[in-house]
């Protein structure tokens, strides 16, 4: 059974589009995130939830809109795609209760990613 | 704020050798992990480390976190084409805190 599942794997699509990517977690963790790793393999950190509750959000646009309907799920959608949004997002989850100090005494699950691509 | 460099960018090795990827931290580590990215797949955790001096084995791979807790390396010893991807550090800055950064990663490639 895959612990942190994201759909689709990749993506292509045009400028100023809307799309949503997937995330769902059976491991039973009350922390989900996402993270943005461009194309020099660094990874930021975006958005982190904590039991349904926004926790983190860093410096990201407007555009990006995470909705956690339940703690095993952390959906990312993106509207009015831009050719920089053009990376690899990652989802992960981890047992951290806080939502806040990621990775602290646990290690986090990530997901295969998914390659966004705007053309 | 913190940043994490790696070192090297990259690494081609003939396998059967040794080789050793480091991360330095531009402030005190709270905690020090260390993945492993294979190409469309996701992060995998191999190690983390806390204490000042810390030393983890796992199989053929052994990380170190120095005295200070702003170095650490990662030794591969006998290097196999599987150990191939990209080794990435992450490290957050201390308890409670909502910034956990990654470094900038170092891809190896094994020769066989």
């Known amino acids: 059974d895959t612990a942190v599942s994201q759909t689709p794997k990749y993506l292509v699509t045009q400028m100023g589009n809307d799309k949503s990517i997937k995330c769902e977690q059976n491991?039973?963790?009350?922390?989900m995130y996402w993270y943005k790793q461009d194309s020099k393999k660094f990874l930021k950190i975006m958005f982190s939830?904590?039991?349904?509750?926004?926790?983190i959000n860093e410096t990201v646009p407007n555009r990006f809109s995470p909705k956690s309907p339940d703690k095993a799920h952390l959906n990312l959608h993106i509207n009015s795609l831009e050719l920089g949004d053009s990376a690899v997002y990652f989802c992960?989850?981890?047992?951290?209760?806080?939502?806040?100090?990621?990775?602290?005494?646990?290690?986090?699950?990530f997901g295969q990613g998914t390659r966004l691509t705007v053309v | 704020s913190q940043e994490l460099e790696q070192s090297p960018q990259s690494l081609i090795v003939q396998e059967g050798k040794n080789l050793t990827i480091n991360c330095t931290s531009s402030?005190?580590?709270?905690?020090l992990y260390w993945y492993k990215q294979k190409y469309g797949e996701g992060l995998i955790f191999l190690m983390m480390?806390?204490?000042?001096?810390e030393e983890k084995s796992h199989e053929k791979i052994t990380a170190k976190l120095d005295e200070k807790k702003q170095q650490s390396s990662l030794h591969i010893t006998a290097s196999q084409p599987s150990h191939a991807g990209i080794y990435l550090c992450?490290?957050?800055?201390?308890?409670?805190?909502?910034?956990?950064?990654f470094g900038t990663g170092t891809r190896l490639k094994v020769l066989a």
């Open positions: 992450g490290a957050s800055s201390g308890p409670g805190t909502y910034k956990y950064i």
């Open positions: 491991l039973g963790h009350d922390t």
């Open positions: 992960a989850s981890s047992q951290d209760k806080t939502g806040g100090a990621f990775l602290s005494n646990t290690e986090a699950f």
């Open positions: 939830y904590n039991n349904k509750e926004l926790i």
């Open positions: 480390l806390q204490k000042g001096g």
């Open positions: 402030k005190t580590l709270y905690g």
